[in-house]
């Protein structure tokens, strides 16, 4: 099992920017990719980037060239840094890894940040 553990949501004003932290234990595989979502109130969960093993970065259209997503894989440990933030952004956000190994896949999530976007 694999343990995500988020940290560094809070309130920012918008135009602000907040770096979120995941920091992942337990049984990791080394090939795996790790990735940030959100879910705003009444709204479904939804993709904002994701990041493999080898370093290849996708984002959601929305954030792209406002949110920065990395990882150390020596500190088994995802960022996303977000810049430019709108009040749009306001969500929980949640870390994600996932792997496939064997014919399973493992999929986990840590418990979800809260960023508020408001003046």
């Known amino acids: 099992q694999v343990q995500l553990v988020e940290s560094g949501g809070g309130l920012v004003q918008p135009g602000g920017s907040l770096r979120l932290s995941c920091a992942a234990s337990?049984?990791?595989?080394?090939?795996?990719?790790m990735g940030w979502y959100r879910q705003a109130p009444g709204k479904k969960r939804e993709l904002v980037a994701t990041?493999?093993?080898?370093?290849?970065?996708d984002y959601t259209d929305s954030v792209k060239g406002r949110f920065t997503i990395s990882r150390d894989n020596a500190k088994s440990t995802v960022y996303l840094q977000m810049n430019s933030l709108k009040s749009e952004d306001t969500a929980v956000y949640y870390c994600n890894y996932n792997a496939l190994r064997g014919g399973v896949r493992y999929d986990y999530w840590g418990q979800g940040t809260q960023v508020t976007v408001s003046s």
């Open positions: 990041i493999t093993s080898g370093g290849r970065t």
């Open positions: 337990g049984s990791i595989f080394n090939i795996y990719t």
